[in-house]
């Protein structure tokens, strides 16, 4: 078994059901991945064909539910895809099977990518959003939400000036799901928590992989439910967008994937990252020097 030393901050080339075995239970913070898509990535993966996903699935998700903590969370990255004229069931189907794997379904966000381009197909329009779902192992689990608080919005000014009494008292869903406002709790606040639609850009700087999610996308879940030095794991990590986040935010990661040219890619993303920071760093020196 590796130690936490050993695999701080490495980036393994193997398969992650593999590789994951050398690594100690109850080890990551956060785990945080876009795996292939049902037949996509043919040169990597082989192309996994929908109607057996699933099965290539669990024995993978078998191990990040042994090396996740017990207070961690997994995000799963995915989007069904059309298949001789319809929509699969294959994520479906996937979450399914999860929960009877041993994972709780917390919650799902909503990837929208905001700069996508115009198109359709006979019986569809283009896609412009994908699933981020939440698994947990327990239903109490680390989340930072104060972390992730967006600015308060336009809709405030209207719609806080004019409180209607049932508005001040903490209002209960009629629907019986325990959630419930107070509309008041709102006033004076310039920042407030997020819904779970994520309005994110896709990636567009990095042609040589074939799967780039944006930096914002780990970025955003790393910040929600991890703290500085926790451990991040992207067992599909490609090009290293995972890492690049964690490098950023002062967390520890490791990263899997199956080709060492995606290895070399993401080491090379992320000399870039640190040479910028130190020039960033440099400018600020001179400029204070200058100032002096």
């Given at each position: 078994?590796?130690?936490k030393?050993?695999?701080?901050?490495?980036?393994f080339?193997?398969?992650?059901?593999?590789?994951?075995?050398?690594i100690?239970?109850?080890?990551f913070d956060?785990?945080?991945?876009?795996?292939?898509?049902?037949?996509?990535?043919?040169?990597?993966?082989?192309g996994?064909h929908?109607?057996?996903?699933?099965?290539?699935?669990?024995?993978?998700?078998?191990?990040f539910?042994?090396?996740?903590?017990?207070t961690g969370?997994f995000?799963?990255?995915?989007?069904?895809?059309a298949?001789?004229g319809e929509?699969?069931?294959?994520?479906i189907?996937l979450?399914k099977?999860?929960?009877d794997q041993?994972w709780i379904?917390?919650?799902?966000?909503?990837?929208?990518?905001?700069?996508?381009?115009?198109?359709?197909?006979?019986?569809?329009?283009?896609?412009a959003?994908e699933?981020?779902i939440?698994?947990?192992?327990q239903?109490?689990f680390?989340?930072?939400q104060e972390?992730?608080?967006?600015?308060?919005?336009d809709?405030?000014?209207?719609?806080?000036?004019?409180?209607?009494e049932?508005?001040?008292?903490?209002?209960?869903?009629?629907?019986?799901?325990?959630?419930?406002?107070?509309?008041?709790?709102?006033?004076?606040?310039?920042?407030?928590?997020?819904?779970?639609?994520?309005?994110?850009?896709?990636?567009?700087?990095?042609?040589?992989?074939?799967?780039?999610?944006?930096?914002?996308l780990?970025?955003?879940?790393i910040k929600?439910?991890?703290?500085?030095?926790?451990?991040?794991?992207?067992?599909?990590?490609?090009?290293g967008?995972t890492?690049?986040?964690?490098?950023?935010?002062?967390?520890?990661?490791?990263?899997i994937?199956?080709?060492?040219?995606?290895?070399i890619?993401a080491?090379?993303r992320?000399a870039k990252?640190?040479q910028?920071?130190?020039?960033?760093?440099?400018?600020k020196?001179?400029?204070?020097n200058?100032?002096?």
């Amino acid at each position: 078994m590796f130690t936490k030393d050993q695999i701080k901050n490495q980036y393994f080339v193997g398969d992650c059901k593999d590789i994951l075995l050398n690594i100690e239970d109850d080890t990551f913070d956060l785990i945080i991945t876009s795996p292939p898509y049902a037949d996509q990535r043919r040169n990597t993966y082989g192309g996994i064909h929908p109607d057996k996903y699933v099965e290539w699935f669990l024995p993978r998700s078998e191990q990040f539910l042994r090396v996740l903590k017990k207070t961690g969370t997994f995000i799963l990255n995915i989007k069904e895809k059309a298949f001789n004229g319809e929509r699969h069931t294959y994520v479906i189907d996937l979450i399914k099977a999860l929960k009877d794997q041993g994972w709780i379904w917390t919650e799902e966000f909503i990837w929208h990518k905001k700069n996508t381009y115009p198109g359709k197909w006979p019986n569809r329009f283009r896609d412009a959003w994908e699933r981020c779902i939440q698994f947990n192992k327990q239903k109490k689990f680390n989340m930072y939400q104060e972390a992730v608080m967006i600015p308060i919005g336009d809709w405030a000014k209207e719609r806080l000036s004019r409180l209607s009494e049932k508005d001040k008292i903490r209002d209960i869903s009629a629907v019986g799901s325990g959630f419930g406002k107070n509309v008041s709790n709102w006033l004076k606040r310039n920042m407030v928590y997020p819904t779970n639609v994520l309005y994110l850009a896709t990636e567009c700087g990095n042609k040589n992989h074939s799967a780039v999610f944006p930096v914002t996308l780990p970025t955003w879940f790393i910040k929600l439910f991890t703290l500085e030095g926790d451990f991040v794991l992207d067992p599909f990590a490609g090009s290293g967008t995972t890492a690049l986040a964690c490098k950023q935010l002062n967390r520890n990661y490791v990263m899997i994937d199956i080709l060492e040219e995606y290895k070399i890619m993401a080491e090379e993303r992320l000399a870039k990252a640190v040479q910028l920071e130190l020039n960033v760093i440099g400018q600020k020196k001179v400029k204070s020097n200058e100032n002096n």
